[in-house]
């Protein structure tokens, strides 16, 4: 029983990796470095750390890329 509790724990975590790596794809990020990948994701999160608006300034330019209207 436990070994397919872990093997859908990994599934999940692969599917939760593929999906952000969409994400970079998406944004149109695909081919710069790692680097500097984490570098833009460490400042996005300082930057909303506590900042309602920076998050939703950020929220409407994602649900724009997705085609959808802000909630």
């Known amino acids: ?3 397919i509790e872990t093997d859908e724990a990994r599934k999940k975590d692969t599917r939760e990796k593929i999906a952000l790596g969409g994400l970079v ?5 695909r081919y710069e470095k790692r680097a500097l990948l984490l570098g833009l994701l ?5 930057r909303i750390k506590g900042d309602d608006t920076e998050r939703a300034r950020l929220t409407e330019i994602g649900e724009k890329a ?6």
């Open 42 to 46: 460490i400042d996005a999160k300082l």
């Open 25 to 29: 794809a998406k944004a149109g990020l």
């Open 66 to 71: 997705f085609g959808r209207e802000p909630d």
């Open 1 to 3: 029983m436990k070994k």
